[in-house]
């Protein structure tokens, strides 16, 4: 049984950091897609970054290109989200989803992601 577990969320200032874990066990994750992805108040799930666990390719939404960066530890099983620059905007709950099925066409919609975590809040004060 696949397990995400998300940590790092916070209260931060804007133009501050935050680092996002996602500790992922139950299996082996080669050739899986690890995603994160966030969702604000009355708004729709959405994606925030991706990063395949063979070879390392990531994909970023281009509302955070150039200030978050997606990575992953293969001996610990876990994947990261440092997120800096924050913006009252990244203000969310943000969750880590995995796949083993996902495409580049498939990747930013969050239906297609099997695996969830329970989500971690991340609150950017103005």
């Known amino acids: 049984q696949v397990q995400l577990v998300e940590s790092g969320g916070g209260l931060v200032q804007a133009g501050g950091s935050l680092r996002l874990s996602c500790a992922a066990s139950?299996?082996?994750?080669?050739?899986?897609?690890m995603g994160w992805f966030r969702q604000a108040p009355g708004k729709e799930r959405e994606f925030v970054a991706a990063?395949?666990?063979?070879?390392?390719?990531?994909y970023y939404a281009a509302s955070v290109k150039g200030r978050f960066t997606i990575s992953r530890d293969n001996a610990k099983n876990t994947v990261y989200l440092q997120m800096n620059s924050l913006k009252p905007e990244d203000t969310a709950v943000y969750y880590c989803a995995a796949d083993s099925r996902i495409t580049v066409p498939t990747m930013r919609a969050w239906v297609e992601y099997d695996y969830w975590g329970q989500g971690t809040q991340v609150t950017v004060s103005s």
């Open positions: 990063i395949r666990w063979s070879g390392g390719s990531t």
């Open positions: 139950g299996r082996t994750f080669t050739g899986y897609t």
